[in-house]
């Protein structure tokens, strides 16, 4: 998922009940992310980077890419073996879809919310393990931090669009890849009610 909201980006998929489903599964997720975040690959690179068979990332790279969420790697598909690449920078989740009428629907939407779930705490129990592999000033730069706060519905909101925002600015601030220490970085947001009883 990408923070930002804007339903016009090209960069984002919007999730709609036919996508999601060609989404919602584990692997396809991990797939998809690595691509993200790593540039494209073949499906033995991925399978070894994912500690999975070549069958199974070949044959879930073909669902995402049936459901327009990777596609070949023109440049980079020379000799017998194919390339992928994401199509989209992130997606866009609907809260609705948590509603459908079909209750396939509810499922993969369900099934999606916690794969992105476990792939936040598999993020921080990595960074917990490996901080010290790190330099000190990427340790003292990094952040794990919460808080609480009451707020109405909107407040809420105008919160959440706010941090978008920002981390949107970040993104147009982004140093070239070349640059010296240049990391990608991981932020996640996470702005849930809470009872206090």
């Known amino acids: 998922m990408d923070g930002s909201r804007d339903p016009q980006d090209t960069q984002l998929h919007n999730l709609d009940a036919r996508s999601l489903r060609g989404l919602a599964h584990p692997l396809r997720m991990r797939l998809l992310n690595a691509l993200r975040r790593r540039g494209p690959a073949t ?4 399978a070894e980077k994912l500690g999975e068979s070549s069958g199974a990332t070949s044959y879930h790279l073909r669902q995402l890419a049936a459901h327009g969420f990777v596609e070949d790697a023109p440049e980079r598909g020379k000799g017998r073996e194919r390339w992928w690449q994401a199509v989209h920078r992130g997606v866009l989740f609907d809260g609705t879809l948590l509603e459908d009428r079909d209750p396939e629907v509810r499922g993969a939407a369900d099934l999606f919310l916690h794969e992105v779930a476990n792939t936040h705490t598999q993020e921080l129990a990595t960074w917990l393990g ?3 592999d790190w330099s000190e000033e990427w340790r003292r730069s990094s952040d794990m931090s919460d ?3 009451s707020l ?3 407040r809420a909101r105008e919160l959440r669009d706010q941090m978008y925002e920002l981390v949107e600015r970040y993104r147009t601030l982004a140093p070239d890849e070349d640059t010296p220490d240049v990391e990608q970085v991981r932020i996640h947001t996470h702005l849930i009610p809470t009872r206090t009883d």
Request: hydrophobic share 30%.
């Open 130 to 132: 490996t901080r010290h």
């Open 43 to 46: 499906a033995s690179q991925l």
């Open 152 to 154: 109405t519905p909107e």
């Open 147 to 149: 808080w609480t706060l």
